[in-house]
């Protein structure tokens, strides 16, 4: 595994749990202690987590804002299980609103093809994907695009 793969997990296992224990992450990556100091020091260097003793948290730049790529990694079999749910709701000739939100981004993965769905939503990766959905059409919200949604605002 590449550095900057393993460096991308550790991550993903940062956003879903909050936080990170080295030990776990050596015998997850079957990797050195020197390795995996690398890895943090060079995470903590980019400002995407602080390290403890023993492991590393969620960067304090990062707490009540984090990136859109954190925020889909956290809770994401919860969101899967919600999109999933709401996909039964969604029926054609009819319009819908949908957020720049990660779960409403999940519920666009799994959207059924529909006959006359009209999805209106500021999230430009939302819209992205909705426009390979078979019967829906696409309308985005103007303005300025937020780098940290990934929407107009």
Known sequence: MLAEQRRA??????????????GALQQQFDVSDVT?????QELERRGRLLRIRGGAVISLTDVGKTTFDARLMRHKD?????ALAASQFIRGDSTVIF??????????????????LTVVTPALNTAQHLLDVDGVDV???????????????
């Open 139 to 153: 309308v985005i919200l103007g303005g300025p695009v937020d780098k940290d949604t990934l929407s107009t605002v």
């Open 78 to 82: 919860a969101k899967q299980r919600i």
């Open 9 to 22: 997990h550790i991550l993903e296992l940062l956003y879903e749990n909050g936080y990170v224990r080295t």
């Open 99 to 116: 957020d720049a939100g990660t779960t409403l981004l999940a519920l666009a993965h799994h959207m059924p093809s529909v006959n006359g």
């Open 36 to 40: 995996l100091r690398s890895d943090l």
